[in-house]
């Protein structure tokens, strides 16, 4: 190597001799500038978001020959690339902050969360073990156990109790698909050992269940978990158990494996199924795989929110029997993506598929068995300061305003399914259980049930062109179903009230065009 290489100080001198300054990333100054002027930028995109369409006209690689196809090779102000982000990158955005956002489910935020993960971000911690991050360990692990208990579950699916450090215990993911993975992975390795498997030579004979209307992660999760596929059970549901899982067909299907000499290990309960809101009952379902010894999880991604506030806890009822418990506050707890909170009974099944132990990051914290080492209940390793935006958005706001948050959101879908009740255009294709609204046209006068399938798509399209309001569908009992989700934080009454006047509209339309050729 050169002179100016093994001397800093020469080094630093011959570029000052230059003329030029060191390439500082952090310089102090430069951190407050740029960060006042995203701040800025923040401020005016919430002010302005309404205005904007909630789906953008662009076409595939339109950002590319906009902002070019090859990295700069010298530097620009930062003027320059906030400038390409308001001109370029905003108005090719789909827009989920607007109010006038009603699909898939909401993704929430506050001020609150955006400011405990702009400090995360800054602080930049690894917190694979306890000891590489003490309080970001800590942080996550009160965090989930304040969540916890506004969802009452069990103190055995806390991480420290009253009498000290409990057996279960929980932990930040990315999303769903990663709770479901890791707990398909330690559920796979329990029943191998359960069952005598030498090696993974029995995991031909695990089966795995859930209702049809489970979000299509678990199958790609029960694949990634190295399960056959011709051995992952979808069970039919239908309008007598408002599409939710029947104990009794899953015990039918439990039951006929087991006689087979298959070993039935994983269920996975949903509560607030994404298609339609359905909810499988807990209870039950965990009655069922009692008798089988298999792991039962339960999927609470939207809906858990909702948990938090007495007149819906029920519908987890029977928690404390299952094994797992997933919830994503990113949905509908005002915490910015990602945020999916995972909660196990006994926290050594998974830390035990889970943990890996290499030299260095062997520590004596971690040797007193008295630390959680998050690492080991994660499919990586290394891992963002997750737990923060979480505490700051409980300890900002209180129970009381996150409660008044989920109410506010139910009102205005109650106040939406109460319109459509009354026009006799629409009806309601399966009970509202939260926030979310599934409706149609029906098929009336000289209109077939196709018909009434295409004049919803051409509704959902029209609607959706407008950049007033953005729906998505679905499909229920094979007859195509228009999803109205209430959430977006910066949704108020009059934002669902014009929607339903432009659905009202735009239906107006299509029924005209329609009479004319039926």
Known sequence: MGSMDANPAAAFSAFAADGKAPFQPLNPEDVRAYLHKAVDFISDYYTNIESMPVLPNVKPGYLQNELGASPPTYSAPFDVSMKELRTSVVPGMTHWASPNFFAFFPSTNSAAAIAGDLIASAMNTVGFTWQASPAATEMEVLALDWLAQLLRLPTTFMNRTSSGRGTGGGVIL??????????????????????GSVGVSGLPRLTVYAADQTHSTFFKACRLAGFDPANIRSIPTGPETDYGLDPAKLLQVMQADADAGLVPTYICATVGTTSSNAVDPVGAVADVAAMFNAWVHVDAAYAGSACICPEFRHHLDGVERVDSISMSPHKWLLTCLDCTCLYVRDAHRLSDSLETNPEYLKNDATDSGEVTDLKDMQVGVGRRFRGLKLWMVMRTYGTAKLQEHIRSDVAMAKMFEDFVRADDRFEIVVPRNFALVCFRIKANGGMTEEDADEANRVLMDNLNKTGKA??????VGDRFVLRFAVGSSLQEERHVRSAWELIKKTTSEIMAQLSGRI
Request: charged letters at 20%.
């Open 470 to 475: 953005y729906l998505a569908h679905t499909v």
């Open 174 to 195: 990315g999303t769903t698909s990663e709770a479901m993975l890791v707990t398909l992975v330690a559920a796979r390795d329990a029943a191998l050992r359960r069952s």
